[in-house]
T-cell receptor, first 111, second 114 residues
């Protein structure tokens, strides 16, 4: 059974650019969630996808968008990057939102 | 709006001690509560998940309890080891329709001194 894998592990972008982060969910899972974790804080919910539809969204602006593919993998896209977007981005998968398995995260630095 | 608080923010103990980490939440209408471990700069590793109908869960040296009515959970670690050093996070999932998100505390940073 494979776990949740995220790519890339680290990324440096310039303010105003766009970024795409990728996540492969754990085998057998149909739900993918994305979280943002700033340094010293707990993760904050961005949104969740269930069977390719967004079914929950946290308090993040529309420039944060996502996709879920038929194989349940997912992408997180962030447009017009701001310095405050620098954080660890975590992907989590589950079966019907029961219990979540997290990936190792992507560290995004915006300069 | 659900809020999760973890006390203490940091804890340092000598190897071999038993210890308790605390988590409180403001809205008792939860579906489940999950404890995670996070090593520096890494992702989250799930330790224990407690459904709202359960009182406790055990895995090895770890025991988590849940008192939903009072909005509290504790994570008990027996015979602590240096390898237990990490940040421990608790997260609750709400029970309302469409409540899929996990709400996290800021974590307790544990240091176990050899």
């Amino acid at each position: 059974e494979t776990g949740v894998t995220q790519s890339p592990t680290h990324l440096i972008k310039t303010r105003g650019q766009q970024v795409t982060l990728r996540c492969s969910s754990q085998s057998g899972h149909n739900t993918v969630s994305w979280y943002q974790q700033a340094l010293g804080q707990g993760p904050q919910f961005i949104f969740q996808y269930y069977r390719e539809e967004e079914n929950g969204r946290g308090n993040f602006p529309p420039r944060f968008s996502g996709l879920q593919f038929p194989n349940y993998s997912s992408e997180l896209n962030v447009n017009a990057l701001e310095l405050d977007d620098s954080a660890l981005y975590l992907c989590a998968s589950s079966w019907d939102s029961y219990g979540y398995t997290f990936g190792s995260g992507t560290r995004l630095t915006v300069v | 709006k659900q809020e999760v608080t973890q006390i203490p923010a940091a804890l340092s103990v000598p190897e071999g001690e038993n210890l308790v980490l605390n988590c409180s939440f403001t809205d008792s209408a939860i579906y489940n509560l999950q404890w995670f471990r996070q090593d520096p700069g890494k992702g989250l590793t799930s330790l224990l998940l407690i459904q709202s109908s359960q009182r406790e869960q055990t895995s090895g040296r770890l025991n988590a309890s849940l008192d939903k009515s009072s909005g509290r959970s504790t994570l008990y670690i027996a015979a602590s080891q240096p390898g237990d050093s990490a940040t421990y996070l608790c997260a609750v999932r709400g029970s309302g329709a469409g409540s899929y998100q996990l709400t996290f505390g800021k974590g307790t940073k544990l240091s176990v001194i050899p």
